[in-house]
């Protein structure tokens, strides 16, 4: 049974940090795409940085460019989001996912957790 799941989320104040965490079961991370994206209520699905099964290039969001970095550990099934400098816009539930490519995380990926919920706010 494949699973993954986010951990870390919370509030933080506009220009601070947070360190999302995701751990895997059931399936290697070495095999798939994997990723972060995001959603916020009543918005759509936004892709926020996806490591691609083809090249094991960071694919980062327009979005989130120069803030986020994504770290990985295939040996733990385990991978991560560094943020920096959270602006109101960030705001939103993160998932880590995992699919055959990139341009699906966002689509209707292959596993994704239940989401951590990250609140900037003053």
């Known amino acids: 049974q494949e699973q993954m799941v986010e951990s870390g989320g919370g509030l933080v104040q506009p220009g601070g940090s947070l360190r999302l965490s995701c751990a895997g079961s059931g399936f290697r991370f070495d095999d798939y795409s994997i990723g972060w994206f995001r959603q916020a209520p009543g918005k759509t699905r936004e892709a926020v940085v996806c490591?691609?099964?083809?090249?094991?290039?960071?694919y980062y969001g327009d979005a989130v460019k120069d803030r986020f970095s994504i770290w990985v550990d295939a040996a733990k099934n385990s991978l991560g989001l560094h943020m920096k400098d959270l602006k109101a816009d960030d705001a939103a539930v993160y998932y880590c996912a995992a699919d055959q490519a990139c341009p699906r995380l966002t689509s209707e990926p292959t596993c994704w957790g239940q989401g951590t919920q990250v609140t900037v706010s003053t």
């Open positions: 490591i691609s099964s083809d090249d094991r290039l960071a």
